[in-house]
């Protein structure tokens, strides 16, 4: 069974950090771009990161580029997101997934249940 599990997430003040974690198990996940989406109370899931499966390429959304630095270890399955200066419009349940090829998509073929943030102001 494919099990995408995340932790770390929590409360914090704004400008703060957390990191979250994602343990990816069930299967091989070479050849899987994987990353993280959001969601926020009444709105869209939203793209945040994602990073190949050689590590050679990440991408971030405008919102979290210089604050968030997505990697990945695929000796010990598992994909990190650390959060700096976070903002309370940070807040949002995140999730982890994973899609096979280079690019994560909304369509991710694995998804985590989410773990939720929430950044007080």
């Known amino acids: 069974q494919v099990q995408l599990v995340e932790s770390g997430g929590g409360l914090v003040q704004a400008g703060g950090s957390l990191r979250l974690s994602c343990a990816a198990s069930?299967?091989?996940?070479?050849?899987?771009?994987m990353g993280w989406f959001r969601q926020a109370p009444g709105k869209e899931r939203e793209f945040i990161a994602a990073i190949t499966w050689r590590r050679d390429t990440t991408s971030y959304a405008d919102s979290v580029k210089g604050r968030f630095t997505i990697t990945r270890d695929d000796a010990n399955h598992t994909v990190s997101l650390q959060m700096n200066n976070l903002k309370p419009e940070d807040t949002a349940v995140y999730y982890c997934a994973a899609q096979l090829g280079n690019v994560l998509t909304s369509r991710g073929d694995y998804w985590g249940q989410g773990t939720q943030v929430t950044v007080s102001s």
């Open positions: 069930g299967r091989t996940f070479s050849g899987f771009a």
